[in-house]
C-alpha cells in the first residue's frame, strides 16, 4: 500500500500515496477512519486537524480514494498537514534557518529529493538596534522595544522566506527549522531577555515546543510547523546544538570533540554516553575581528596567505579574486603560520624583521608586518598585522588549545585519544587544518581526525528536516550535557601559559611540526 | 508539592500550586525548565505554549516562584494554559454541551468544586432552516448553506456562552465538551454532509481530534480546548457516546442497556468487554410528536396522567402548573397505561368508550378519547387522542420492547438477564418505568433495574470533564461497539406482532402486570 523509500522515512514531513478501499454497505467507516486506518501501519494515532476534514469527502470522492498525504511530525504526534489528489504535484519543502547574531542563512530543503536546493543569505536586520549581542540585550529591557527586535527579525525573515519561495505557492513549505543562539531564540520568539545576561543568567526557555508558523507570522502552509532549536543555558546555544547533532559525534561509540568558533570558542567533547561543554573568549582574535585591518568575509577579504620559506614571497588570494581590502577570519591562522614557518615570527611570537625589512613597518608606533602595501590595496592603505595583534592572535590560539586540554584531562583523556576533531563555524568553511596545528591551536594528531563542517549550525537544521528523531536525539543531548566553567578550573591558567608559545613550550606535543620545521634535532 | 486532590486529578482541566526552587549559579535551568521539571511528576512531556513562555519570566519573579498553574489534557498531552500568581483568583470553569436537533443545552462546570453550577437551554437555530433533520440535510447540500447552518450554530453558541460566562471574564472557560447526533456535529464543525443520508451513509468524520476553542471561534481562554464527542456512523451520534459514558455501563462486569428514545430510539447492551447498538423508529409516537395534541415540554404541557381505576376520575399535571395547552412525551406513556388499567383500552389497543361515555367523543371521523375538554384547555379547544394515535403509540411501545428482546436474542441473552435498565433521552428525566412496564414497552424485572439517566447526553459531557481518561474510554466504546441492523433481522417482524398488544400476546412475559390487573388467574 504505501511507496517505502527507507530515507525519506526518515524526514520529519513526508508524502504517501494511498490507494483506499471504497466505502459501500459493508464498509461504512468515516472518511476520516478510513485515512486514519490506512495509515495507521507507518504513523500511531495520527492527528488529523479540521482543515483537512473539511476538504476531504470532496477530495476522496473526486479522486476515486487514490490520494497523496502529507504528514508532518511535530515531536510527539504525526499530523495530516494536507491530502492532495495525485494529480496535483507540487513542490514539498522544508527550511533551515541559521539565525546568526550577524548573518542569517536560509536553506532550502526538498522533502522529495531530500536535497538542499537554495541558500539564501543576508544580514541579521537588529544590527541597527546594537552592533553586538550584548548592546542588543541592554535595548531589549524595555519590552516595546524587545517587541521591536522580534518584529523587525520576523519581518525579514517572512520577506526573505517569501523571495527564497518564489514564484511556488507559500503553501508549498511545510517546516522550518530554526536555530540560533540563546538570545537569538529570545529575541526571535520574543521572550524575555532581562534575565538572560544577569546573574544568573536564566533563559525563559530552554525547550520550546514546535510552533506553527502562523504563531510567528511566518509564511507556509497553514498547518505548518516551526521547530525552534532549544538551549542549554544563556551561554550554550540552539546553534551549538544544532551542530553537535550535524556531527553526529552523539551517536558514536568513540569519543569526538566538536569546536565551533564563532564570536566565543565552544567546544563539545563526548559520544553517546556523555558530553561535556565548555565555551571561551578564543574568538574575537581568530575570527580577524580585533585587528586593524580585519573584515568580515565578503569580496575583496583576504581568506588565504602564503609564503615560501625560502623566497619569502608573499601571496595572497581574495574572496571574489578582487584587490584585496582587509583580512578575514580564515587567512589569520594562515598568516600566522607561514609567518611562523617563514621564520618572520619566532616561537614566542616575536616578529623576526631582519628577514624581510622591506615587509616591517612602525605603524602608529608599534612594529607591524605588511601584508600588502598601499599600492596594492583596494583601500590605497596597507594591510598589516601589528605585532600586538600577534600577541592576542597568539593568546586565542593558546586559550584555544588549553580549552581543548583542560577538556579531556577533566575526563582522564588525552587530545591523542580523541578519534574526530569537528570544526565549525564560519571559520569551519575555510580553516586549513594543518596551519592551526602548525600554530599550536589544534593538536598535532593524524590530519585524517580533522573533519571540517562548515556551517554547522545551518547543517544541523537540515540534520533535523531530515530525522524526526532528532527530537529525542536533542532531548537526549540536553540530558547528557554537562557544562564546564572554564574560569574557574585553575589548570587553565596554569596550562596556558605553555600555548602561548608557537606551537608550544613542550614541543613533544607537537612532534609532527617540531620535525618539519627543525625546531629538533 | 502539589496540592493533591483525588477527584480533581482526574479532571480534564487542573489547577496546582507549585513552589519552585529559586534560581541560582548553581540551578541556571531555564524557567520553563524549571517549571516543567517540577510538573514532571504529575505529567509526563507537558506542553508549554509561547503564551505561556512569554509571560513565564515576569510572572516567577513578580510571585517569587510560587504560582499557580492551570492545566488541560488534549487526548495526546497536557498542556499548560496558564501560569497565574497565587493572589489571582478567579473562576476555573468547563461547559458541556448538548448540541440537540431541537434543543441545545450548556452546563457550566466548575472544576474547583466539580459540580455544575449552571444550566442554560436554548433552541437549536437550525431550526428555521428544516424543522427535523433530514429537511437541513437537504438544505445543507449546497456548501454556501451548509456553512449558513455552520454559521448560525456557532454564532448561537458564542453568544448564550457569552450570557452563561457574564460577568466573568471569558478566560474563566478553559475547556468545552460538546456531544450532538452525527449530522449536528457535522453541522456544528461545517463538515461535508452530503455523503451522510446518501447510500452508503458515510459521516466525513468519527473521531475528532481535540480543537482550540479560537479554531471555531467560541468564547473562552486563548488557549482553551473544544472536544467534539466522536460517532459510529451516521445514525449513531455523539450524543449516544455521551449517554454511554454517563451510564458507565462500558465500565461494568454486569451486562447493562442503555435506552436514549428521542426522535430515534436508541439502545445499547454491553458491558466493558463488548457493546452491541442499535436504533429503530420507535420515538416519534413516544414523544408525542405525532399526535395531534402534542407539544415540546414547555409550560401548559400535559406531563402526568392519572385515572382513577374506580371511579375513572381523570387528573392531569401540567408543566409550571399552568392550564393544559397539549400533551407531552412524558405524559404519553402515562396515558396509554392508565386507560389501559382503567379498562377503556384493552389488550389489543380498542378504546373501551362504553365505560366512560362522556370522555369519548368523535373527532374528524374517529373515535377520540378526551383527556381534557374544550372548557378546561388554554386553547379553548380539546386536549384528546384518537384511536389511530393509540396504535400508533402501541407501535412505537412495541418496537422498543421487540429492539430490547432481538438485542439480547442475539447474544444469546434474555431481558431477564441485564442487571440495570440506563433510561436516558429528554423522555428520560420523566418517565415512570412502572408505566412503561405497564403497557409493555419495557420488561417486567424487578423496578431496582431502572436507572433514570435524565439528559444522558448531557451528562456525558460533564462525565467527559471530569475524567481525562475518557479519551480511552471513548476510544475503547468505539472499538469495542459492534452495529446491529435491526430493519434487516428477519425476527423483529415476527417479534414484533406479540408486542403490539398491551402489555403482549404472551402474559408469562409480564407476570406482575398480569397479577396486578388481574389479567392471569
Not at 156 to 165: G, M, S
Request: net charge neutral; aromatic share 8%.
Amino acid at each position: 500500500m504505501f511507496l517505502f523509500q527507507s530515507m525519506k522515512e526518515r524526514f520529519v514531513a513526508q508524502e504517501i500515496e494511498l490507494n483506499l478501499s471504497l466505502p459501500s454497505l459493508e464498509d461504512q467507516r468515516a472518511d476520516e477512519a478510513r485515512l486514519r486506518q490506512a495509515l495507521e501501519e507507518r504513523y500511531q494515532d495520527l492527528l488529523i486537524p479540521l482543515s483537512v476534514l473539511r476538504k476531504l469527502p470532496g477530495l476522496l470522492r473526486e479522486s476515486n480514494y487514490q490520494v497523496r498525504v502529507r504528514t508532518a511530525f511535530d515531536g510527539r504526534n504525526w499530523k495530516v498537514q494536507e491530502v492532495l489528489s495525485p494529480q496535483k504535484k507540487g513542490p514539498f519543502w522544508g527550511l533551515g534557518v541559521d539565525l546568526g547574531s550577524t548573518g542569517i542563512v536560509l536553506y532550502l530543503f526538498d522533502f522529495e529529493s531530500g536535497e538542499v536546493i537554495k541558500k539564501h543569505s543576508f544580514k541579521n536586520p537588529q544590527i541597527p538596534y546594537g552592533e553586538d549581542i550584548l548592546n542588543r540585550l541592554h535595548f531589549a529591557d524595555k519590552p516595546e522595544r524587545r517587541q521591536k527586535l522580534h518584529e523587525v527579525t520576523v519581518e525579514t525573515l517572512r520577506n526573505e522566506i517569501k523571495k527564497i519561495l518564489s514564484p511556488h505557492p507559500e503553501e508549498a513549505l511545510v517546516y522550518i527549522a530554526l536555530c540560533g543562539n540563546t538570545t537569538m531564540s529570545h529575541f526571535f520568539l520574543n521572550l524575555e531577555t532581562r534575565y538572560l545576561y544577569r546573574e544568573p543568567y536564566i533563559p525563559a526557555v530552554s525547550w520550546i515546543d514546535t510552533l506553527r508558523l502562523k504563531e510567528l507570522g511566518l509564511p507556509g502552509h497553514p498547518e505548518g510547523l516551526l521547530f525552534v532549536f532549544p538551549n542549554r543555558g544563556s551561554y550554550f546555544g540552539g546553534d551549538l546544538l544544532a551542530g553537535i547533532l550535524a556531527s553526529g559525534l552523539h551517536r558514536q561509540e568513540e569519543i569526538s570533540i566538536l569546536i565551533d568558533v564563532g564570536t566565543n570558542a565552544e567546544v563539545v567533547l563526548g559520544n553517546k554516553e556523555f558530553l561535556l561543554a565548555t565555551a571561551g573568549a578564543a574568538g574575537p582574535a581568530l575570527e580577524g575581528g580585533i585587528l586593524a585591518c580585519g573584515m568580515q568575509a565578503a569580496p575583496g577579504a583576504i581568506s588565504r596567505v602564503k609564503i615560501d620559506p625560502k623566497s619569502l614571497e608573499v601571496k595572497i588570494e581574495t574572496i571574489g579574486g578582487e584587490n584585496p581590502r582587509g583580512i578575514c577570519g580564515s587567512a589569520v591562522i594562515d598568516l600566522l603560520a607561514e609567518l611562523f614557518k617563514a621564520g618572520l615570527l619566532d616561537q614566542r611570537g616575536k616578529f623576526v624583521p631582519e628577514r624581510l625589512p622591506e615587509r616591517f613597518k612602525q605603524i602608529e608606533g608599534e612594529l607591524a608586518f605588511v601584508l600588502v602595501p598601499a599600492k596594492d590595496s583596494a583601500t590605497g592603505k596597507p594591510i598589516f598585522v601589528t605585532q600586538g595583534e600577534i600577541k592576542s592572535i597568539i593568546r586565542s590560539k593558546g586559550a584555544m588549545y588549553t580549552i581543548l586540554t583542560v577538556l579531556c584531562q577533566s575526563v582522564g583523556l588525552s587530545l591523542k585519544d580523541i578519534s574526530r576533531f569537528y570544526i565549525a563555524g564560519s571559520f569551519g568553511n575555510y580553516i586549513d587544518p594543518e596551519a592551526a596545528i602548525t600554530i599550536g591551536m589544534l593538536p598535532d594528531v593524524p590530519r585524517e581526525r580533522f573533519v571540517p563542517l562548515g556551517n554547522a549550525a545551518g547543517k544541523g537544521t537540515i540534520s533535523f528536516l531530515k530525522n524526526y528523531q532528532a527530537f529525542q536525539e536533542l532531548k537526549e543531548i540536553l540530558n547528557n550535557l554537562t557544562y564546564l566553567e572554564m574560569n574557574v578550573r585553575p589548570e587553565f591558567m596554569q596550562l596556558l601559559t605553555g600555548a602561548l608559545f608557537l606551537p608550544h613550550t613542550d614541543l613533544s606535543l607537537f612532534p609532527n611540526v617540531a620535525r618539519k620545521l627543525g625546531l629538533v634535532s
